[in-house]
Structures are given as C-alpha cells and as structure tokens.
C-alpha cells in the first residue's frame, strides 16, 4: 500500500503523529499521515468543485 517517499519532518512533529496514531487506531503513523493527506485533497477538490459549480450558476444566471 505504502510506496517508498522521504519527506522530512521534525521529531516534534513526529512524535505527535504517532501519539495521535496509536490513540485513535491507526495501524502505523504512515498509515495515519496518508489518510490526513488524503481528506486535505479532497477538501481542496471540493473546494474546487464548489467554485466550479457557482461559475456555471452565475452563467445560466441563477445567481448574481
């Protein structure tokens, strides 16, 4: 599941993350830091979607 990336991050950090893991139970950090990832990209493509949608309603004039 899990590629092979080197990204840095501090010991601070770190040390959260796998506090913050191990508490609500995820299997690894790793595991814990993909799904954060993952939900921050799907809030930006909604975000996204959502400013799409709003173009196309003040084109067909349904808002101003």
């Given at each position: 599941?899990f590629?092979?990336?080197?990204?840095?991050?501090?010991?601070?950090?770190?040390?959260?993350?796998?506090?913050?893991?191990?508490?609500?139970?995820?299997?690894?950090?790793?595991?814990?830091?993909?799904?954060?990832?993952?939900?921050?990209?799907?809030?930006?493509?909604e975000?996204?979607?959502?400013?799409?949608?709003?173009?196309?309603?003040?084109?067909?004039?349904?808002?101003?």
């Amino acid at each position: 599941m899990f590629g092979r990336r080197n990204i840095p991050i501090d010991k601070e950090l770190w040390e959260k993350i796998r506090l913050y893991a191990e508490a609500v139970g995820y299997s690894s950090p790793q595991e814990f830091v993909v799904h954060a990832l993952e939900k921050e990209i799907a809030s930006i493509e909604e975000a996204d979607s959502d400013e799409e949608i709003q173009k196309r309603l003040k084109g067909l004039g349904y808002i101003s």
